[in-house]
């Protein structure tokens, strides 16, 4: 069973930076094929993609509303993901999802090729 723990949520003004991270543990993640993923959901919205990074290979995929702004990143020794978010916007604040999938990542990021979840972590961009 693949485990995965965000931290790093928290507030901050528009314009500010904040950086999300993944842990990952659990059989066979390690030697496997993923694609690792970061979504976000607001209060009454569908959970939304935001980027996606292939394990092996580090291709990277990024929502539109979040291109040139965020950056995913991974460390394959500490088994970890990173969101580097920066230039946020109050439309930026949701409840952010750590995902993994087995297999490519696809260039549009969705929810049907993750399995795994965590738990989430809160970011809010006030004005």
């Known amino acids: 069973q693949v485990q995965l723990v965000e931290s790093g949520g928290g507030s901050v003004q528009a314009g500010g930076s904040l950086s999300l991270s993944c842990t990952v543990s659990g059989y066979n993640y390690s030697s496997a094929l993923w694609c690792m993923g970061w979504f976000r959901q607001a209060p009454g919205k569908e959970r939304e993609g935001v980027a996606s990074i292939y394990r092996y290979g580090g291709h990277t995929y990024y929502a539109d509303s979040v291109k040139g702004r965020f950056a995913i990143s991974q460390d394959n020794v500490r088994n970890t993901v990173t969101l580097q978010m920066n230039s946020l916007k109050p439309e930026d604040t949701a409840m952010y999802y750590c995902?993994?999938?087995?297999?490519?990542?696809?260039?549009?990021?969705?929810?049907?090729?993750?399995?795994?979840w965590g738990q989430g972590t809160q970011v809010t961009v006030s004005s």
């Open positions: 995902a993994a999938g087995r297999g490519i990542c696809r260039a549009t990021v969705m929810m049907a090729d993750f399995a795994y």
